[in-house]
């Protein structure tokens, strides 16, 4: 099994359904030629020609409302929205188009198109090369979205999204695109939407914490676990990975075993997805809640400059979070 | 650019331009001829009925049908229509049932699109008329992409996008023809200038002197065409196709048409337009100029259209019946489908709250 | 003081703020000789003048780019969205631009523009007449969301917004447009942002609980109130007004007094407001809960034609949220 | 619609449209070499600095100087701009200051705009050099917006917006062009066609022979310049300026220009371009056609131009020294500055939190 970080899990994923199903076509600003400015789609233009990894004109409506046309037709388009950030252009297409054709044809209109789009910050970014618009699109009835944290998952995920028959925003999360490395299966396989994954195990009985992360925050959350527990804490994270529908199963299994939640996410905290996983939670296991469920999050601004690692959550705020959870 | 308007016959139905006439078989001619008489009567029927408090809302076509019904002519069956709100014509030149029809203007059960969407817009897979949305101009892009795709797996389909002339205004107008010109895509962009967008006249959505002009920022062709004579609207639409499947891309065709009527039934002209205006227009009606062009070839006598007249008045009744006899609401349970193509965890736990609920209190009564 | 409904109370509010400040313009789509789709701007073009009551080119992002524009050069524009399903095309001028200006200039360049818009179902009108959209707005730093439920709050909330210094998400429930009336009191006067109104205090001291809305809801919930207290509830119904920033302290006392809340909005439940509310409440008030904070919402599909009185909340629902929350 | 590219002077300077040439005082014509050549220094040692790692990023204008700085000089002061990425010459033009300059690069505590954007995104209200955003072409309408409002306010100040080809393939420059178009606003749009949009190659974003001639969409003039010739910059730009301020509306205008460069410090050019292309544009370059003409003029000599050369360089050094100097940092509280004109609660909360966490765990390393 060959060692992978995301970007090349996600360029084998896009190949290997290349390959496999030749409606598959990714288009996109700088995806063919060059590759990808993340370097992506690289190589896929050599072994597919312009006619399947498609250069376009600086037009992310664009790019998506062809999609949704080449979807229609019965192509599998897979589109790259270059940063997250620049993808409100076409916001109207996915919004009003993309998310409610199958529903508003009775059926008879689905369109599967797939967009990828890297997300997060820590890469000294600012306000238009950092941000995390998960909560955008998963109040958006229609779509799916989902964020792997590493490049096992971004492989399985991503097949399993293009072979899918719904609309999904695939956020990558660009901050741990070269760092998150793992022996990623050769070949086919998929992994299935809407499961969680423990990846720690919460197991002493006491000061345990669970702790909901997606994409590049699992990583920090797990270095909160690594930190926290020479301080006696016990944290189980939980790899959401499917953010809409989330896995509300495995998270009340936790929550039912901790007692304690700490969600964990980059985006501004108001009227984030960690609103909703907190919302739900209370809603459906307040009794088996010890304290309230506290976010650790973005803050309420445009995402910084210099004070990007101010404004991130790192190891420290959540274990201040995880402290309060069980000093409550 | 060709800025002259490109016209087959005059007012008086009169062939000014032999060399552009397509060459049509009596059946055909009279379907065509038919297929306006059916939107009139349609159109005039339904907003009846809204005025009636029977319908909800209603769009009609007045003085515009022969743009899409002609347009649709010229193309194959096989060819995608992406209409806005203003083409039902189209669907219904291509053998929609009027049944069906009614029952998507109810939302009733029988509503193919199960009461999802506002009276007129409707969605029909088998006849590759794409369901339509509210939001102007949103349908380009995907004639765009669809024209590609079919370019891409080489077949010989073209796709047809038609929109107001307020919908060149929008930013998705822009970037889908971008797109057609950029990847050759065999796409036809019909805008029916019909000379308003609800209240807004055509001389506020550009200055430009024509709306086929913006063609040159795309470079693809842009047509000009008088959108009331339905053989002109062949005409260009045929070469368009053509065009298309040669591999040549894509055309903007802009349709000069009026409307004739409010913009919906919630809308009331009177307020900012001069009635001599829709008046000044009768002279240029399509059905009218068709009808005496039908007449002098000798195609349609007045016995003739006088039986389609009945026919048609019989149809819609029994359509409407047909419809006003079906439930008059989808399923619950449809509410919560195709919003994905399986029914994830969240919905079908709202679905049973909706179903708990009324099983509790009883049906919604509004 | 003058009988009026939300329509006539907004152009009462334009007309006093055009007289007040040569700066205020409004443009939009069929606001000037139409005097808008839904008349809010009547007469403004006959008394201002068609370059203060503009009718604009079909173009939502043309609207608001321009908006900012003025805006930056120091007049106060007044851009009407016709309804709040159309403004997805605006929305990369209104996140990327209009939300970050003043933060990304060092506050040298605030844009204060007010966008009006008419949100809402119960018309009618499907999926794209009938929206809700303010949890797309909320979860944007940098902008405010106002909802008023009845004239007298949009007309001083208006006036508020449109001398304030900040952009404004200003949404029009039209649903009540002409059904809610008040008498509204005549010339300028201004209502904060920020605070919300108790328009029905609990008083029984028993079965009490605090239903949060704003908008169309407040009348619904009001409604609730009514039924609810033949069968013995007290619901004490908070009209939030301003929904960001929104007034935690009114919140949070009154869910001090009560113990028990039911939000109620009609967008679709997944990261709507209500999650925000909940997730705030239980995290600052948990002890104070007796039961789980229940959310009343409009489903997680688009919105309905014909179904669209069994996705939206009404008082049944409500008031089987409130059983849920006093019988827990 | 002009097709033939306005020049005033030919790769080796000469003037071959004596017509066009502007009229410049010596000491201008000195101070427009001199910011071309500030620029290229500036850029040169901020590129060198971002491989040393002391910057986080950058961006350069090498070869493209000479359209903006042209098209600042031709402005008066109190004309707004709205700049891409690609336009600080505009600002130092105007004055702003290399220090600060530099302070905004590190986005340290003397960065005027506190550490919030990327490297190049300044914003100088006191220059009318509105602030710059990384999306594409956003700033057009607002260009459009202030040149609408200043018409509305009769005052004569026009406004001229700046992007490159790239920018005019997004949604939001058709709704800016035909709003300018139908409001007659005095906006200049200055499209800088450099050849590349990263790796996507001109022939890639339009079909149409020219972007010049996408004005015809909107019924304004469009405008065809060689953007590596500054007085025909200068002259297209006056004119463009003139017809604004004489309310005759907004004109659209092409600079062909090149960009020799990288895209940015993040792009590698090697991988999608034959590095011939750039080698052949040098035979372009403003800054050489630019003091051949200026010399054969007798305003500029080998030894003036060494004197600003050498000027420059002590000047890059004191700001960097100077940037360098500084808090590297802005205060933590001014994270939450500006969201809003007040501080609402809940971000006084967030600050407060962040305060104290830093308090309990010392500042943040990375
Ligand atoms: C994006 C968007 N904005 C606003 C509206 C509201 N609206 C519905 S129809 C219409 C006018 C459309 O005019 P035009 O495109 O000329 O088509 P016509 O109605 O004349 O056929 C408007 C503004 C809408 N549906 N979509
Ligand atoms: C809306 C948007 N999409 C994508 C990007 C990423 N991006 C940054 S610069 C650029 C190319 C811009 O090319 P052009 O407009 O020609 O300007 P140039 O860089 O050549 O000056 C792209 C695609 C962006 N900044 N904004
Ligand atoms: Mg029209
Ligand atoms: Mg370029």
């Known amino acids: ?118 997300v997060g910050g820590g890469i000294r970014g600012g306000h238009y090369h950092s941000q995390s618009p998960e909560a955008l699109f998963i109040h958006v009835p229609g779509l799916k979205v989902v964020c792997p944290s590493n490049p096992i998952d971004a492989k399985g995920l991503l097949a399993s999204c293009i072979r899918g028959e719904d609309p999904v925003i695939f956020m990558e999360p660009k901050r741990v695109y070269r760092a998150a490395r793992g022996n990623v299966p050769e070949g086919e396989y998929t992994i299935p939407l809407g499961e969680a994954k423990v990846v720690r195990q919460a197991k002493t009985g006491i000061r345990q914490v669970t702790v909901l992360a997606w994409g ?48 964990v996410h980059e985006a501004p905290r108001t009227c984030g997805f960690g609103a909703e996983l907190a919302a739900t939670i209370q809603e459906k296991a307040i009794l088996s809640l010890e304290a309230p469920i506290l976010r650790v999050t ?29 000093g409550f | 650019m060709r800025l002259e308007v490109i016209k087959v016959i005059d007012d008086d139905g009169r062939v000014i331009h032999p060399e552009r006439e397509p060459a049509i078989a009596g059946d055909d001619l009279r379907k065509l001829f038919r297929t306006i008489l059916l939107v009139r009567l349609v159109d005039e029927r339904m907003l009846r009925l ?19 019904i002609g347009a649709t002519h010229a193309l194959r069956p096989s060819d995608w229509l992406y209409p806005a709100y203003r083409e039902v014509g189209a669907a219904l030149y291509r053998g929609y049932p009027l049944r069906t029809f009614m029952c998507q203007l109810f939302g009733n059960a029988e509503d193919p699109i199960k009461g999802r ?48 002339e307020g919908g060149t205004s929008t930013p998705i107008f822009h970037t889908s023809l971008n797109f057609a010109g950029v990847f050759k895509a065999p796409a036809i962009l019909i805008c029916r200038n019909n000379g ?26 842009g047509v000009l065409v008088d959108g009331n004579d339905i053989l002109a609207m062949i005409h260009v639409t045929a070469e368009a196709a053509a065009r298309g499947r040669r591999g040549e891309g894509a055309t903007l065709i802009e349709a000069r048409t009026y409307r004739r009527g409010a913009h919906s039934s919630s809308d009331d002209p009177s307020v900012y337009r001069d009635p001599a205006e829709p008046k000044e227009w009768e002279r240029h009606d399509p059905l009218e100029r068709f009808r005496k062009y039908l007449t002098a070839k000798g195609e349609l006598s007045a016995e003739v259209e006088a039986r389609m007249h009945q026919e048609i008045l019989e149809e819609i009744t029994d359509a409407l019946q047909y419809a006003e006899r079906q439930a008059p609401k989808p399923p619950l349970h449809s509410m919560f489908e195709d919003v994905y193509v399986d029914i994830p965890w969240h919905l079908r736990e709202q679905s049973a709250a909706l179903a708990a609920e009324i099983a509790k209190h009883g049906p919604k009564t509004s």
Chains 1, 3 share one sequence.
């Open chain 2, 50 to 68: 809204q005025r009636q408090g029977r319908l909800g809302f209603y769009l009609s076509s007045l003085g515009e049908e022969a743009t899409h």
């Open chain 2, 117 to 164: 969407q506002m009276p007129v817009h409707h969605s029909i897979r088998r006849l590759n008329f794409v369901s339509i949305s509210s939001p102007v101009a949103t349908q380009i892009p995907h004639a765009v992409g669809t024209a590609w795709a079919a370019k891409l797996q080489k077949k010989d389909d073209v796709a047809a996008a038609f929109f107001g």
């Open chain 1, 216 to 263: 590049a925050m699992v990583h920090t959350a797990l270095e909160a676990a690594e930190k926290g527990a020479e301080q006696g804490y016990d944290l189980e994270v939980i790899d959401l990975r499917t953010l809409l529908p989330f896995d509300v199963d495995a998270i009340l299994a936790s929550v039912r075993k901790t007692g304690r939640v700490v969600v």
């Open chain 2, 196 to 221: 308003w967008a609800i209240s807004v006249p055509r001389s506020v959505q550009t200055v430009a002197a024509t709306f086929a002009q913006k063609a040159i920022a795309y470079g693809i062709p």
């Open chain 1, 1 to 118: 099994m060959p060692d992978m970080n995301i970007i090349q899990a996600v360029n084998d994923a896009l190949r290997l359904e290349m390959r496999r199903d030749p409606r598959v076509v990714v288009l996109g600003e700088d995806v063919g030629r060059f590759g990808g400015v993340f370097r992506a789609t690289s190589g896929l233009q050599e072994e597919f020609g312009a006619d399947r990894c498609v250069d376009t004109p600086l037009a992310e409506s664009g790019i998506i409302g062809t999609a949704i046309g080449m979807a229609l037709y019965g192509l599998r388009p897979v589109p790259e929205i270059q940063f997250a950030d620049f993808i409100y252009p076409a916001y109207d297409q996915i919004v009003s188009e993309l998310a409610k054709l199958r529903y508003r044809s009775g059926g008879e209109y689905p369109a599967p198109v797939v967009i990828r789009t890297p």
């Open chain 1, 298 to 326: 973005g803050f309420d601004t445009p995402f910084p400059y210099t004070l990007e690692h101010e404004y991130l959550p790192d190891a420290h705020r959540i274990l201040d979070a995880v402290e309060r959870v069980v």
